[in-house]
């Protein structure tokens, strides 16, 4: 400013006398628009209540597409879903529980070698080697935040299924529940009542396609399957087919999902789980034929919002869509993994050393915050901390979290600096406000920093759900390639 009033001020005095003075008057105000300019081009300044959650569903139009099967994507929790409406606030223990995702993604790279597949006395196997954490009651799963329904059997039965880009098989709990089955809000698919289902039998090559050897109950040659979660979950039955269908029009015959009879864990709600991971046996494999291995999805920016799941388009229509190559991680080809090199915070690059990503990093639809290496993530926090220092630091009872202030007291809007990932091939992706600060939800006005860092180098860079919110995310496995494009949800 003081540039400015200087220069008016000597322009004034010299405006008759020489025209050489304005140009200077000219000079002095370009320079104040390159100032301002990139200030605003490098911060977000958002109103407060644009991050919170409403307490009505307004359901986002962009779900009818024209190509493709698209399903509507609702968060678990909020106001769009029929399932555990009336438990509380799940913010923070959905924090607390991603950490045991993280830990059981990681523990899929590292337990290779270990004959880890246990078998029980008929015959069934965990399909995936397994942490063992505790499932405390009450707890939630991050693994199942973003519901999308399908129908089951002929006639079709409407499920709730977790989505999930990190997992293989997909199952739903199936009656009669032989063992134990959690409640959920829909009723338990019934095989017996679906004139299409079939059960896989042992000698079949469906059956030689779970991931590790599947079981058999020899008396009837059933093929069975068995899937542990980090966080203790846990799914076991037939290995089984039948009719799914996605949309009116678009329905997968002899679909291999996993006929759960013994469930438990923190699903809670949800049916079972869709797994999009790159295994044979995940929906993007059993429907190459028909979408070519195409798809993407959209989560909202709030949980009283709602996103899509499209198959065989890459959805909505915004079309700049930035492409990075997709990468498979030789120690876990299931993954989505991608080449993360670089973050800007504030519009300035973070200064790190190139061997920092060097454990590789994946793109995951079910882990909530972005882990980063130690290393760029005391960076990220350096340079985000200076450029808030206007705003109080607090400390909070979420572990993960080391970033968090107190913006009840900052009137209804708040700037903060923007933070864009660089990719391989030259994607860069610019989260947008809701994907840089998580709101506590516990009144106070308290915001922390969606990132967090690894305690061990070998560990993944796992570029998490909170950071995807409102890109429309193209995965595009026969095109190896992985896309991000802006304003997908709206
Ligand atoms: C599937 O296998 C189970 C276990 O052997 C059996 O109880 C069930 O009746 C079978 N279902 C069909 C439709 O064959
Ligand atoms: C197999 O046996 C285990 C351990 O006894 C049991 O928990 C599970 O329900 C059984 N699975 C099936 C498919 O019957």
New binding site residues.
């Given amino acids: 400013m003081g540039i400015i009033h200087i220069s008016s001020f000597l322009s004034y005095c010299f405006l008759a006398l020489c025209l050489l003075c304005s140009l200077e008057k000219a000079f002095a105000l370009q320079r104040k628009d390159l100032k301002e300019t990139p200030s605003s081009q490098h911060t977000h300044t958002v109103q407060l209540s644009s991050l919170l959650p409403s307490s009505i569903c307004s359901p986002s139009s962009s779900v009818a597409k024209d190509k493709g099967a698209s399903l509507k994507v609702i968060h678990k929790y909020g106001p769009c879903s029929q399932l555990h409406r009336d438990d509380g606030d799940h913010t923070k223990s959905i924090v607390r529980q991603d950490q045991a995702r993280v830990d059981w993604i990681n523990s899929r790279l590292f337990k290779k070698s270990v004959p880890a597949a246990t078998v029980a006395s008929n015959g069934t196997r965990y399909e995936q080697d397994a942490t063992t954490l505790p499932a405390k009651p009450g707890q939630v799963l991050g693994t199942g935040n973003y519901i999308v329904t399908v129908g089951l059997g002929t006639p079709k039965e409407d499920l709730s299924l977790a989505f999930d880009t990190g997992s293989d098989l997909t199952w739903t709990q199936c009656q009669p529940c032989a063992k134990s089955c959690y409640s959920q809000s829909e009723a338990i698919f019934d095989?017996?009542k679906s004139t299409s289902?079939?059960?896989v039998s042992c000698a079949s090559t469906d059956c030689s396609q779970l991931k590790s050897d599947p079981g058999c109950?020899e008396e009837?040659s059933?093929c069975t399957y068995g899937v542990r979660y980090g966080d203790g979950s846990y799914t076991e039955g037939?290995f089984s087919k039948d009719r799914l269908t996605l949309t009116q029009s678009d329905v997968i015959d002899n679909f291999l999902f996993g006929c759960g009879q013994n469930n438990g864990g923190l699903f809670r709600g949800a049916a079972g789980l869709l797994g999009l991971g790159r295994n044979e046996v995940s929906i993007v494999e059993q429907a190459a034929d028909k979408y070519n291995r195409l798809f993407s999805y959209c989560l909202p920016s709030t949980t009283s919002s709602t996103g899509y799941l499209t198959f065989g388009d890459s959805g909505g229509g915004g079309g700049s869509v930035q492409y990075t190559p997709l990468i498979t991680l030789s120690r876990s080809a299931s993954f989505y993994a991608l080449n993360l090199f670089g973050i800007s915070v504030g519009g300035r690059q973070l200064e790190i050393p190139p061997t920092a990503f060097q454990s590789g990093t994946i793109i995951d639809s079910g882990t909530v915050i972005t882990r980063l290496p130690a290393a760029v993530y005391s960076a990220l926090r350096l340079e985000f901390r200076t450029e808030m220092s206007g705003y109080p630091l607090v400390s909070t009872d979420v572990e993960l979290f080391d970033t968090c202030y107190d913006l009840s007291g900052s009137g209804r809007t708040v700037e903060f600096p923007k933070i864009a990932f660089s990719l391989a091939g030259g994607a860069t992706v610019d989260l947008v406000p809701s994907g840089i600060m998580y709101d506590l939800s516990d009144s106070q006005g308290t915001f922390c920093l969606a990132f967090a860092g690894n305690n061990d180098e070998r560990q993944l860079t796992i570029f998490g759900n909170v950071q995807q919110k409102t890109f429309q995310v193209v995965y595009d496995v026969g095109g190896a390639r992985v896309g991000f494009g802006p304003g997908g949800c709206s």
């Fill in positions: 095989p017996s289902y079939s059960n109950i009837t059933t037939y």
